[in-house]
């Protein structure tokens, strides 16, 4: 019971971090940064990256918020949403996450970073915002059958977080921007 009291205090600390990200200065590797530093702490994994769908090119393209060890490019290629074999895609069209056991893990070996190829355990959850899937929050681990329904449930309850984070970056930089361009008509 003290162990699970210990557990749960971490998971609400580590989701009060994460909330507290909306609250700063809304800039998107900025945020990303910091929610991908408090995630490898709060599950002890060893890889935290997003995945963001872009409409126009109908790709899911990695962003790995500078979390990247050296020596290991920062980001691996955009993965097509018409791939309807791949299991990333399925993950983000169903809108349900997934731990992927170290055979599927393997299977994505080609969409994957020299980093993500050392993991041997995964697990993928959508971002959602407004029940809408805008990307996935991709955690990986180096040892066997890691992740269980613990890591799960907090793994998506800071996915929620850290969409709402993520789409409050992207408007404040929108405004930044349209701002700029008014400020230049003027």
């Keep these: 019971l003290d162990s699970e009291i210990k557990n749960r205090l971490a998971d609400l600390s580590a989701l009060q971090e994460v909330s507290e990200t909306f609250y700063a200065n809304p800039i998107f590797e900025f945020d990303l940064a ?99 899937v805008i990307g996935l929050l991709k955690l990986g681990k180096k040892e066997k059958s890691f992740f269980d329904r613990h890591h799960l449930r907090l793994s998506e309850l800071i996915a929620d977080r850290a969409a709402a984070i993520v789409q409050n970056a992207r408007l404040y930089e929108k405004l930044m921007r349209t701002n700029e361009e008014l400020e230049r008509l003027n």
């Design 34 to 132: 910091k929610m991908a530093r408090i995630i490898l702490k709060a599950i002890s994994c060893d890889l935290c990256a997003f995945m963001f769908f872009d409409p126009a090119a109908a790709e899911l393209a990695n962003y790995s918020a500078g979390v990247a060890p050296q020596g290991h490019p920062a980001q691996p290629p955009p993965i097509s949403v018409r791939d309807e074999k791949n299991i990333v895609v399925q993950i983000f069209r169903e809108g349900k996450s997934k731990i992927l056991d170290e055979f599927q893990v393997n299977q994505l070996a080609l969409y994957h970073s020299e980093q993500e190829r050392e993991m041997r355990s995964m697990m993928l959850v959508p971002l959602k915002v407004e029940n809408e």
